[in-house]
């Protein structure tokens, strides 16, 4: 079975700061993608990054930046300098293969939610 | 431009009634899925579609069902069966079948019982 898990219910931060987003998963299958996710107030979900797990490349985007670790199944987000926008739900997210019995939907983590405060 | 419907964005349903979400898309995409979110948790799979004709259970289907008759629509009806029906209900899509192909998502129905 898949799982996914984000040990953090919720997180506040000062405007500014930095902080981490810990996403870890389970699965069988050698080749997979992980996601993440952000949900806004609003409700819809907006894709930001996709990985592969053939490729353990960190990325960075703008303040945002990911660190995907096979040897420890983490695929970390961290959002630099944080802003009262980026105040959401952010899920983890990993997609199946041969071992998953739900074709390639989603497995989802719980959420992290935080809150950036002026 | 592009993109997902989900119509309505709030539904109230009364008991022994059946109700049908509505989900179009028009970006061509093959698979469509149905995902339900209750408050403090993830999304959990209800059912997905890869292609027309075609879909499979995921794993709440119980008290559900859906439809693929066309590529672009992806209808879910909630019904009498399912107890416990309050949620915000999330349609998705996808380009491919494969799992590395990022899934692009609707803005929800909130579903109520009255």
């Known amino acids: 079975a898949q799982k996914v898990t984000q040990a953090q219910t919720e997180i506040s931060v000062v405007e500014k700061e930095d902080v981490t987003l810990d996403c870890v998963y389970e699965?069988?299958?050698?080749?997979?993608?992980l996601f993440w996710y952000k949900q806004p107030p609003s409700g819809e979900l907006v894709f930001l990054i996709r990985r592969n797990s053939f490729d353990e490349q960190n990325e960075i985007s703008g303040r945002y930046s990911w660190n995907f670790q096979k040897s420890t199944s983490s695929f970390n987000f961290t959002i630099t300098a944080s802003q009262v926008v980026d105040s959401a739900v952010y899920f983890c997210?990993?997609?199946?293969?041969?071992?998953?019995?739900?074709?390639?939907?989603?497995?989802f983590g719980k959420g992290t939610s935080l809150l950036v405060t002026p | 431009d592009g993109g997902i419907t989900q119509s309505p964005k709030y539904l109230f349903r009364k008991e022994g009634q059946n109700v049908t979400l509505s989900c179009e898309q028009n970006?061509?995409?093959?698979?469509m899925y149905w995902y339900r979110q209750d408050p403090g948790q993830g999304l959990r799979l209800i059912y997905y579609s890869q292609i027309v004709n075609d879909f499979q259970k995921g794993d709440i289907a119980e008290g559900y069902s859906v439809s693929r008759e066309k590529k672009e629509s992806f209808p879910l009806t909630v019904t009498s069966a399912q107890k416990n029906p309050t949620a915000f209900y999330l349609c998705?899509?996808?380009?491919?079948?494969?799992?590395?192909?990022?899934?692009?998502f609707g803005d929800g129905t909130r579903l109520s019982i009255l």
């Open positions: 998705a899509s996808s380009k491919g079948t494969i799992g590395n192909q990022p899934q692009h």
């Open positions: 699965t069988r299958d050698t080749t997979y993608y």
């Open positions: 997210a990993l997609s199946g293969g041969l071992y998953s019995n739900s074709g390639y939907a989603l497995n």
């Open positions: 970006l061509n995409h093959d698979a």
